[in-house]
């Protein structure tokens, strides 16, 4: 169904996304979360909508990579920092649940995306300030995070609301002991990373997220905890947060969320995958991010050993991330968002089959 659809544009993902969501809710019986979800999606798309015409006023403009594809170049009068209209209500929505419910795990959750926000913020800021495409360096970058990190995941571990038995259901499980906390720490840096290496085309990090949340708050409810519920509102209303973002960002975008939007998205996954035990099935749900994050990686690596060897760095990709690639061959920009959307469709799909049946 998906493969016969011509044109999947913003609509299209926000009408199937929508559909998925009031199925979900009839299945469980409970429409508080397309509720929330719609209520959230009209918060983001009026705050977005609104916001542009504050970032445009205070000359808050996207610097283009100079290294990047050629066709960027008339994207560096695009509104950034958009990742504020969409971080900030999530923020006031999760600080008034925690004060409500004074829970440990959604007060480690607001620690983890509070840090993460100021990184991302200090990022687009900086970059701004200075006309360059990064702020923070890179050193200092992995600094920040791994010190939000690390105190995110000492704190967890600490009340046991990291489990170190991982599992997809309740017949398939491993037990990572102690080796639990290196693997937090690269699931939280690293899909904080991913999310933000997949935002360079028009819709494609937004788009995969929205789709994501979606996924991550399913796959909480299938757990059938009433604890954990609370986490699946958390989800879908980053869903609805997402979409009505997108509105404004999908080709040709009017805004970018910047790292102040990236960073955030993906600590919210990865922090909430730990506190749900849900890490292997956001594994499979965030495939086209990780398969962005490894395709820079390759790239990289691949570079640095063959100029070690022979002299002369080679590249396995005509430039990275992956989606980059697929640019300098030749395929349209809407075209790899729409198709990196429709496989991201086809992993969540994947990933609640399998806990499902396994």
Not at 1 to 11: D, P, V
Not at 21 to 40: D, E, P, S
Not at 234 to 257: D, E, Q, R, T, V
Not at 287 to 304: D, H, N, Y
Request: aromatic fraction near 14%; glycine fraction near 8%; charged fraction near 15%.
């Amino acid at each position: 169904m998906i493969g016969k659809i011509k044109k999947f544009n913003f609509k299209s993902l926000l009408i199937l996304n929508s559909f998925a969501l009031v199925v979900t809710c009839y299945f469980f019986n409970n429409f508080i979360f397309i509720g929330v979800y719609t209520l959230f999606f009209f918060v983001s798309l009026i705050a977005t909508k609104n916001g542009i015409k504050i970032i445009k006023r205070l000359n808050l403009f996207q610097n283009i990579r100079k290294d990047g594809p050629s066709n960027h170049s008339k994207k560096s009068d695009t509104p950034t920092m958009g990742g504020l209209f969409m971080i900030i209500p999530f923020l006031i929505f999760l600080l008034i649940i925690n004060i409500n419910l004074n829970s440990p795990r959604l007060f480690l959750l607001l620690i983890a995306v509070f840090g993460f926000f100021i990184i991302g913020f200090l990022d687009d800021y900086l970059g701004i300030k200075n006309r360059e495409n990064t702020g923070l360096k890179s050193k200092e970058k992995f600094i920040l995070q791994s010190i939000i990190s690390i105190i995110f995941i000492f704190l967890a571990y600490k009340n046991d609301l990291i489990n170190p038995l991982i599992s997809l259901s309740d017949s398939w499980s491993i037990n990572l002991n102690i080796f639990i906390l290196p693997i937090s720490f690269l699931l939280l840096v690293g899909m904080s990373n991913s999310v933000n290496l997949s935002d360079g085309l028009d819709g494609l990090a937004t788009g995969c997220s929205g789709i994501v949340f979606y996924g991550l708050g399913t796959e909480i409810l299938l757990k059938e905890q009433q604890d954990l519920i609370i986490f699946s509102i958390l989800c879908y209303s980053m869903s609805g947060i997402c979409l009505g973002f997108l509105k404004y960002n999908s080709y040709p975008a009017k805004i970018f969320m910047g790292d102040t939007g990236s960073l955030s998205i993906g600590a919210i996954l990865g922090s909430i995958a730990l506190l749900t035990n849900s890490v292997f099935t956001l594994i499979i749900f965030s495939g086209i991010f990780i398969i962005e994050s490894l395709s820079v990686m390759i790239q990289v690596g691949f570079f640095k050993i063959t100029k070690k060897l022979f002299n002369n760095g080679k590249r396995i990709f005509l430039m990275a991330p992956l989606h980059h690639h697929f640019e300098l061959k030749g395929v349209k920009e809407q075209k790899i968002v729409e198709n990196f959307w429709k496989i991201n469709i086809l992993l969540v799909i994947l990933g609640i089959v399998l806990k499902i049946n396994l």
